[in-house]
């Protein structure tokens, strides 16, 4: 069954942290470079971050140094450790392959909702 599944978010002050998990189906996830998204209120999708099948990662300007993207290739699964929240934080997160067997992927699980408010 091809699915991945977003978990982890909620709501935190401004300052806090959250870890997001997204679990995939081995199919999606064996061998592909993975990237967590991000879906503000009123905004356009964007790539947060992204992490290769060796490892290597690359982030969105505005979360370089407060985010860490990490996978763990046994359990297929992809995390993302969000420090230092601000509210500009504030959106729904996914996570997904960049492409798979070659061809870009374009389907979304159902995110997990992150709110950094006071």
């Known amino acids: 069954q091809v699915q991945l599944v977003e978990s982890g978010g909620g709501l935190v002050q401004p300052g806090g942290s959250l870890r997001l998990s997204c679990a995939a189906s081995?199919?999606?996830?064996?061998?592909?470079?993975m990237g967590w998204y991000r879906q503000g209120p009123g905004k356009q999708r964007e790539l947060v971050a992204g992490i290769t099948s060796g490892g290597s990662t690359n982030y969105l300007g505005s979360v370089k140094g407060r985010f860490t993207i990490s996978r763990d290739n046994a359990k297929s699964t992809v995390y993302l450790q969000m420090n230092s929240l601000k509210p500009e934080d504030t959106a729904v997160y996914y996570c997904?392959?960049?492409?798979?067997?070659?061809?870009?992927?374009?389907?979304w699980g159902q995110g997990t909702q992150v709110t950094v408010s006071s």
């Open positions: 081995r199919s999606l996830f064996s061998g592909n470079d």
């Open positions: 997904k392959p960049r492409a798979v067997a070659g061809t870009p992927y374009n389907f």
